[in-house]
């Protein structure tokens, strides 16, 4: 990076990381960059989802690789009706879920690769539970050198750390709802904006929030967990959570610059470009269009 002959930063991780690769290029007016960075993605849980499957979904949204990807579910928004049945049904769910090593069989849980990562994941466990939380599963919060039990923390709000950071680990925030505006006003409000789960079935109240949801996040995952997709999708996001898009199509005009030729509209200069296309003469005229 610091011999500026790098044109292309395509990388998905941290900003910071981001910013200091950016920074070791000489001329960062040249250094085209394609970013998928943090995300804070919530999954609502509307008042007609199926629990069962929604419960599914969410833990594997909160918990698949420890919570450890930009594309986790980052909070929940459980309608009021529903979260006391819910709470109870997913924190037996996360209480049962085994912990060992990758390669061990049913092994869902596994050591953190951070030293530091269970002191930061206790703070904000203890920071919440100080302003009014409560850790909802038996097993939430216990630790070991390098393990934090998953913790199911609930009633959440925006005074507490978890409700603004982007937590990349075993501690799950819920928020009970009663109008669907407020988990939308928090999106709206929020730094992030790469996808959300939505759960529910009643089509008329569905679609209008997918409508809503496209201009707040780049993907909307419908009764399903936040996720990546094959390649040929592309992966972006709004405000602090991306820049540029990755996918196979969209990584071919990362890597290209656009040029035209153009003339005056005359009989004089048709009469060469129609010559040019028949000639075969420039490749770069014969293999484009005009316009």
């Given at each position: 990076m610091k011999t500026g002959v790098i044109d292309v930063l395509a990388l998905i991780g941290h900003s910071t990381s981001a910013v200091a690769l950016q920074d070791e290029h000489p001329r960062k007016n040249k250094l085209r960059l394609v970013l998928g960075l943090e995300a804070k993605n919530p999954g609502i849980i509307l008042p007609d989802a199926d629990l069962d499957h929604t419960i599914k979904e969410c833990i594997s949204g909160t918990l698949s690789f420890n919570g450890q990807r930009c594309t986790a579910l980052k909070v929940l928004y459980v309608h009021e009706s529903l979260v006391d049945e819910f709470n109870t049904k997913f924190s037996a769910a996360v209480d049962a879920l085994k912990y060992g090593l990758p390669w061990e069989e049913g092994s869902f849980l596994t050591p953190l690769p951070e030293p530091s990562k269970p002191a930061y994941i206790k703070g904000l466990i203890d920071d919440a539970v100080s302003k009014g939380a409560k850790v909802m599963n038996k097993k939430g919060g216990q630790q070991s050198v390098n393990y934090s039990y998953p913790a199911v923390l609930y009633p959440v709000d925006e005074s507490m750390?978890?409700?603004?950071?982007?937590q990349f680990g075993p501690v799950i925030p819920i928020i009970a709802?009663?109008?669907?505006?407020?988990?939308?006003?928090?999106?709206?409000?929020?730094?992030?904006?790469?996808?959300?789960?939505?759960?529910g079935r009643d089509v008329r109240k569905i679609g209008p929030l997918i409508d809503i949801l496209s201009n707040l996040v780049c993907r909307v995952n419908l009764n399903s967990a936040c996720q990546r997709g094959p390649d040929v999708y592309p992966f972006a996001g709004r405000k602090n959570s991306a820049v540029g898009t990755l996918s196979v199509f969209d990584a071919l005009r990362s890597f290209s610059i656009r040029t035209f030729v153009a003339s005056k509209d005359n009989p004089y200069n048709n009469e060469i470009l129609e010559n040019l296309l028949n000639s075969k003469e420039s490749n770069f005229v014969s293999t484009d269009y005009l316009l």
């Open positions: 750390n978890v409700y603004k950071e982007e709802y009663k109008d669907i505006n407020e988990p939308l006003d928090a999106m709206a409000a929020s730094d992030y904006g790469q996808q959300v789960s939505l759960f």
